[in-house]
């Protein structure tokens, strides 16, 4: 039956300032887009921590806050909502950042470790691409049927 | 948007305990506002910390920061510098449960921040604040 369900694709689009005095407006479109996309709430909640935690990044670690833009753009495509996060910051790619060990005490952790920590464990994938301009980061969350229904529940 | 409100109570034994409160969302803008506060507070002889957290809506990684770094200040250590980031934790190993400062009633998604990092074993959790208040 999933394969004759017509293909969705919507997107909703911002751009904002790399400030972190920004971020909370930012976690709220994300939220506001993905509710838009019928997207579950645990979902939601996942995808706009993720964000926030890359956003955060960028804005911290790759502008280093001299400041710059962010672009933000989250789509649903059947069942995956996906989030990309453009920049013009040096290149910095999320992905190639080691896994922290948990067992280790805080102090041995890498800087900006735990960020990236939970973006990887709260998405199904996170996709880097250096472009001409700057940084593309694309976070994929997958949304089942079923995970929706439970989400609200919770 | 962070509000942090404190207030201060006294243990059956007479022992003074900041219960500080935080309502909103603790993120890369507000965590340094909640060290800032701490670090007032230990400055004027605070040594032992309720963190309620039963209006905190959203934390990110930057909170978990603000919470080791509360740990530290009320243990009479300083704080590790922002700008390291984890890595500049050298003074702040934390191995055990902090004694100095408990948490009381973390919201779902605080609470699996909490658990996914591996940082909830650091901190005793309450949900009631009386009780919270009497296990110092």
Known sequence: ?154 | MLTISVDNETTASGDGIAVMRLDGELDAATYLDVIGRARELVDGGTTRMLLDLSDLSYMGSSGLFALHSLAMLLRGEAAPDPEGGWGAMHQAEMRETAAELKLLNPQPQVDRVLERTGMKRFFEVHVDRAAAIASF
Do not use: W
């Open chain 1, 1 to 154: 039956m999933r394969g004759m369900v017509e293909r969705l694709a919507r997107s909703l689009e911002m751009k904002l300032p790399a400030d972190v005095g920004r971020l909370a407006e930012l976690r709220a479109f994300v939220r506001r887009s993905s509710a838009d996309l019928d997207v579950g709430r645990h979902a939601t909640n996942d995808i706009v921590q993720a964000v926030d935690e890359c956003a955060t990044n960028v804005i911290v670690h790759g502008y280093r806050g001299a400041g710059g833009e962010l672009r933000v753009e989250v789509e649903r495509v059947d069942d995956e909502l996906i989030v990309r996060l453009s920049d013009r910051a040096p290149a910095f790619d999320p992905t190639s950042v080691p896994e922290p060990d948990l067992e280790l005490p805080l102090e041995r952790r890498p800087p900006g470790g735990m960020g990236v920590y939970l973006a990887r464990r709260l998405t199904d994938a996170m996709q880097y691409r250096r472009t001409r301009a700057g940084n593309e980061l694309t976070l994929i969350k997958g949304i089942t049927e079923g995970s929706q229904h439970a989400d609200d529940q919770r």
